[in-house]
């Protein structure tokens, strides 16, 4: 069975570009999550869909950062206009349903803000 | 606000030298406690989850523990292959289900 997916693996970027990372879940997953990781720390949840929902959105900076999961599927997570403070690695991960149940992660995006 | 802390930062063993890693957590109605290993320039990956005080799991020279108010990870006879950080995390009712985790601790085994 295929794991989580994201694209691209790496990324670098000059400041005040748009970025945007991509995520496939593992199939039938109908939670997904975005999380951002610092060096040395461990991940912290920027947003969570239940399907198409985003029902957990309060830690996004929503200035600069917007997500869609269009059809409860693919999610696409954007930053526009990307900060030097921006870099970081950005994970993908899925579940079932609720954080209560197993969330799997992806490989992650490596963002490098120029 | 849930909190989880992981102790030491970093533990350098010897191959088949037994050790114990440390979450300690502060949350609002635990739903779930959860470990990760985290390889250089990968994703977390899934170990174990804990449900409550008591419980335990095993795979392979791992061993997981949860009580009221830490878990611990027991490693034993680490081999080389076993570095990498661990991740503890925790979900609970009072954080919209979301996941926190600890710093992770970096494990070391030489051979």
């Known amino acids: 069975e295929a794991g989580v997916v994201q694209s691209p693996r790496y990324k670098i970027i000059e400041k005040k570009q748009p970025v945007a990372f991509w995520c496939n879940p593992i199939?039938?997953?109908?939670?997904l999550y975005w999380y951002l990781q610092n060096l040395g720390q461990g991940p912290e949840l920027l947003i969570r869909?239940?399907?198409?929902?985003?029902?957990?959105d309060s830690q996004l900076p929503k200035d600069r950062f917007s997500a869609e999961r269009l059809k409860g599927v693919d999610s696409t997570l954007k930053i526009q206009p990307a900060e030097l403070g921006d870099s970081a690695v950005y994970l993908c991960?899925?579940?079932?349903?609720?954080?209560?149940?197993?969330?799997?992660f992806g490989p992650g995006t490596r963002l490098t803000v120029l | 606000e849930d909190q989880v802390t992981q102790s030491p930062e970093a533990l350098r063993l010897q191959e088949g030298e037994s050790s114990s890693l440390n979450c300690s957590y502060t949350?609002?109605?635990?739903?779930?406690l959860f470990w990760y290993r985290q390889d250089p320039g990968k994703g977390p990956e899934f170990l174990f989850t804990?449900?409550?005080a008591g419980e335990e799991k095993e795979k392979e020279r791992l061993k997981a523990t949860l009580t009221k108010k830490e878990s611990f990870l027991h490693i034993t006879a680490p081999k080389p292959e076993d570095s990498a950080t661990y991740l503890c995390?925790?979900?609970?009712?009072?954080?919209?289900?979301?996941?926190?985790f600890g710093k992770g601790t970096l494990l070391t085994v030489n051979p």
């Open positions: 995390a925790v979900s609970s009712g009072g954080s919209n289900y979301k996941l926190t």
């Open positions: 869909y239940e399907n198409e929902e985003a029902v957990d």
């Open positions: 991960a899925s579940s079932l349903a609720g954080a209560a149940d197993t969330q799997y």
């Open positions: 949350v609002s109605g635990l739903r779930g």
């Open positions: 199939s039938g997953h109908n939670t």
């Open positions: 804990l449900y409550s």
